[in-house]
């Protein structure tokens, strides 16, 4: 069965700063996508970012990058100068290639200090 | 606009009733999926469809039941066979097929049971 971990439950960061949040996951296939959404206060879920397996490069989306590492089973969200709005439980989630189920990670909630 | 729309946004229930949440999307999706959230966990997939008149139950079926008549909408009943069905809903929509696997979600319906 796949699984995704989030090992970091909540983190805060002053605003303008950098943080990482890690994930890994378990799976015995070689294709997948790997997804970080953001759930803000509205409870709205967001896709903030993806990355296919098959992909060497690393994702990248304005501020928002990954470090995919695919031997490791590791898929961290790096959020560069963070804003007041980065405030939000962030969701590590995966699916294989042709399969239309979601595994979830437990999130990670953030907190942007002003 | 194309969208996921969810309703109501809260829903109250006495316990022994049936509740149906409303889920609708004009994105031509095929797929459709129903998450459960609660405090301190991921989503938890209830059950998906991924054409008309077909669905599949997903980890945490019992206690609920759905129906795809047509392809925009798929509505959750959760039954009283649900011991714990105060929680969050989510329902997601995704084309079907294994590469564009993104799933788009609507804004949830709190479900409380008095």
């Known amino acids: 069965a796949q699984t995704v971990t989030q090992s970091q439950p909540e983190m805060s960061v002053q605003e303008a700063e950098t943080v990482t949040l890690s994930c890994t996951y378990d799976?015995?296939?070689?294709?997948?996508?790997l997804f970080w959404y953001k759930q803000p206060p509205s409870r709205q879920m967001i896709l903030v970012i993806r990355q296919e397996a098959y992909k060497q490069q690393n994702a990248t989306e304005n501020r928002f990058s990954v470090n995919f590492q695919k031997a490791a089973k590791s898929f961290s969200l790096k959020i560069s100068d963070s804003q007041l709005g980065d405030t939000a439980m962030y969701f590590c989630?995966?699916?294989?290639?042709?399969?239309?189920?979601?595994?979830f990670g437990t999130g990670t909630r953030l907190t942007i200090i002003p | 606009d194309g969208g996921i729309t969810q309703s109501p946004k809260y829903l109250f229930r006495k316990e022994g009733q049936n509740v149906t949440l409303s889920c609708e999307q004009n994105l031509n999706h095929d797929a459709m999926y129903w998450y459960r959230q609660d405090p301190g966990q991921g989503l938890r997939l209830i059950y998906y469809?991924?054409?008309?008149?077909?669905?599949q139950k997903g980890d945490i079926a019992e206690g609920y039941s759905v129906s795809r008549e047509k392809k925009e909408s798929f509505p959750l009943t959760v039954t009283s066979a649900q011991k714990n069905p105060t929680a969050f809903y989510l329902c997601?929509?995704?084309?079907?097929?294994?590469?564009?696997?993104?799933?788009?979600f609507g804004p949830g319906t709190r479900l409380t049971v008095l």
């Open positions: 989630a995966f699916i294989n290639f042709g399969n239309e189920k979601l595994t």
């Open positions: 469809s991924q054409i008309v008149n077909d669905f």
């Open positions: 997601a929509s995704s084309i079907r097929s294994g590469r564009w696997a993104e799933q788009f």
């Open positions: 799976t015995s296939e070689s294709n997948y996508y």
